[in-house]
């Protein structure tokens, strides 16, 4: 048996970061620590809140 262990996270579902009080010239750094292999990463509106939202791809 082996183990594998990930650097990164991964998610089966979409997850939101809230960056609405991140300064701009940060979110560049918060796109990199959320980002996971082969997934989207984009920024949504929601209800006056932003968010750093990461969405794997099929």
């Not at 809230?18 to 959320?34: E, G, L, M, S, Y």
């Not at 980002?35 to 509106?45: A, F, I, T």
């Amino acid at each position: 048996m082996s183990a594998t262990t990930h650097d990164r996270p991964r998610y089966a579902t979409p997850a939101r970061v809230d960056v609405t009080d991140c300064r701009t010239d940060r979110i560049t750094d918060r796109v990199r620590t959320n980002r996971v292999r082969g997934s989207e990463v984009y920024l949504e509106r929601r209800g006056g809140r932003t968010f750093l939202v990461t969405a794997p791809r099929e």
